[in-house]
């Protein structure tokens, strides 16, 4: 039950990461409006639109780690998919998506929210096992 839900959840996040990096940056400006009056507001103007976007690249990264290191059993293997996941992002916006600009650099970003969702999974995965009913 648990898997069906995260591939649930994990078909629908791909709609919507689809929607803000598979399209012209016109159709996903209210995220990254949103995500910059988030991340000035918190750090009181401090933040700069190139840290709020590195930012931002690792957190649209983190629920996919998690929710394939719930549907994989792995971390790594969650993370390996993360990074080529987010390579053909990189790859499919290069090769038709002229308004868009595909670095290296998001594979990483994107790469570490990937991690830190797989991480998270497992840290939860394993606190549930010691906390479930016969374990000591």
Known sequence: M?????????????????????????????????????????SSGRLSWDRTEVLANVALFVPYG???????????AAVLLCVLISAGIELAQQAYLPTRVPTVADVEHNALGGLLGALLASLLTTFGRAGSPGRA
């Open 2 to 42: 648990k898997r069906l839900l995260a591939l649930a959840l994990l078909a629908g996040y791909s709609l919507v990461v689809a929607q803000l990096t598979l399209r012209d940056p016109e159709h996903g400006r209210w995220a990254f409006s949103f995500a910059d009056r988030l991340a000035t507001s918190a």
């Open 66 to 76: 998690f929710l394939l290191r719930i549907l994989l059993g792995r971390a790594w």
